[in-house]
C-alpha cells in the first residue's frame, strides 16, 4: 500500500517567507492539511510530521517512522 509523509517544511520559530499577511509556514501547513484527506481517500497511508520540531529533529523523526 502506498505511503507518505507529509511536512510544511517551516516551523513557527522559522516560518520561511513573508509577503503581505502570509508566511509561507502558514500556508504550507494548510496546504497539507488539505492534502492528507484527499491522500486518505485514495487509499495512501499518511503520516504528518509535528509542526513544532526543527529541522534536524524532523529529519529524525522522520527516519524513525520505518517508512523508506
Same mark, same amino acid.
Given at each position: 500500500?502506498?505511503?507518505? !509523509? !507529509? =511536512?510544511?517544511?517551516? /516551523?513557527?520559530?522559522?516560518?520561511? =517567507? &513573508? $509577503? ?7 500556508? $504550507?501547513?494548510?496546504? $497539507?492539511? $488539505? /492534502?492528507?484527506?484527499? @491522500?486518505? &481517500?485514495?487509499? !495512501? !497511508?499518511t @503520516?504528518?510530521?509535528?509542526a513544532? @520540531? ?10 524513525? /517512522?520505518g517508512?523508506?
Amino acid at each position: 500500500m502506498p505511503r507518505a !509523509i !507529509i =511536512s510544511s517544511g517551516h /516551523t513557527s520559530k522559522d516560518p520561511g =517567507s &513573508q $509577503a503581505n499577511d502570509l508566511n509561507e509556514f502558514e500556508l $504550507a501547513r494548510k496546504i $497539507a492539511k $488539505a /492534502t492528507l484527506p484527499f @491522500l486518505r &481517500q485514495h487509499g !495512501i !497511508i499518511t @503520516l504528518s510530521v509535528p509542526a513544532d @520540531l526543527d529541522l534536524i529533529k524532523r529529519i529524525d523523526w522522520i527516519n524513525k /517512522t520505518g517508512y523508506d
